[in-house]
């Protein structure tokens, strides 16, 4: 015979208070003494009780659930990345609802025929939802956009500010004596990805320097190892080679490695983006730029916190900054 399933009107009538009490002990809201709230957790221990998420979020409106709506995890920086957002999430008492869409034809139909939940907040990163859509298909007011089409709605939205760093590094190339480099991008559909190209290409321009291949890739290790054959048969051959996304500049690095008879960075420098942890392996050392991940992740659980609190609250604009970490690859 199955176990009788432990109530809240068990607790109460163990603990011989009210079921008000017992409720309130455990949503914090409402006035109850500190006496009653040990009172009702103690006795909830020895019965085994536990609250029903689903029944408290009917009464409060809160699911605590986060909507985290990304294309894919091809590219090596999502998975510590998104492993530590929902460290931080859980910490807050979030749980992440990941959703990606890469291969769905109609993003926007799927999810309004697959998300029956209600989320407290979505947070977008994948390129092909906008702010107007991530409103109306998570029924909230204030989406929270890294993927930069926040257009004019009004919405949360994080950004890095690349452009330092990537003048930076062209600066660097041009210093070293780089002047033909060749591009490895990742999905030009993308508008962060058509930013990040832009700056480079244009802070190249200001050095002088001579683009003689420009690639796209799909963020992804074989991508750049299956890509590298082209980039290196430019003519003139490349000095450098850019790839937007560290997972493919290891993947060219390899390829050079165990393919030719090319010496990095003596014969040909390679760069990154996104600084991995295996940007600083011994095997790679490979040059990159890196985004301040910790500055990133607090403010999405920051903004998470306030759009909970105060789903009204004006707009938050936020820009995270980036630096040029330099290693042995140029």
């Given at each position: ?187 030009s559909s993308a508008h962060g990805e058509q930013l990040r190209q832009q700056t480079f290409l244009a802070h190249a321009e200001q050095q002088q320097l001579e683009i003689v291949a420009q690639l796209s890739g799909d963020y992804s290790y074989l991508s750049g190892f299956n890509l590298a054959p082209q980039l290196l048969d430019a003519l003139p ?94």
């Open positions: 015979m199955p176990m009788k399933k432990v109530t809240s009107h068990d607790v109460a009538r163990v603990a011989g208070v009210s079921r008000t009490v017992v409720s309130r002990a455990f949503s914090n809201q409402g006035r109850v003494s500190q006496k009653n709230r040990d009172l009702v957790m103690r006795v909830a221990s020895q019965l085994g009780y536990a609250p029903d998420a689903i029944a408290q979020s009917l009464h409060s409106g809160k699911t605590g659930f986060v909507a985290v709506v990304v294309n894919h995890f091809h590219d090596l920086s999502d998975l510590e990345f998104f492993d530590r957002l929902v460290e931080q999430l859980q910490k807050s008492n979030r749980q992440a609802v990941m959703i990606r869409l890469e291969g769905i034809d109609d993003p926007a139909n799927y999810l309004k025929q697959t998300i029956s939940y209600h989320v407290d907040s979505a947070v977008v990163f994948a390129d092909n939802i906008s702010a107007r859509a991530a409103k109306d298909l998570f029924r909230i007011a204030t989406p929270i956009m890294l993927n930069g089409l926040a257009g004019d709605a009004l919405c949360d939205a994080l950004n890095a500010d690349e452009s330092p760093s990537l003048q930076q590094l062209a600066a660097l190339m041009a210093q070293k004596g780089q002047r033909r480099v060749a591009l490895l991008g990742g999905r051959a490349p000095q450098a080679i850019f790839c937007t996304a560290d997972s493919m500049a290891m993947g060219v690095m390899d390829y050079i490695r165990l393919h030719t008879s090319l010496q990095i960075p003596q014969d040909v420098a390679v760069y990154g983006f996104d600084d991995i942890p295996m940007a600083a392996w011994p095997s790679y050392q490979l040059t990159s730029v890196r985004r301040d991940m910790d500055a990133m992740i607090a403010a999405i659980v920051r903004l998470v916190e306030l759009r909970s609190g105060s789903p009204q609250a004006a707009p938050q604009q936020v820009t995270i900054p980036t630096e040029l970490v330099v290693r042995a690859s140029c």
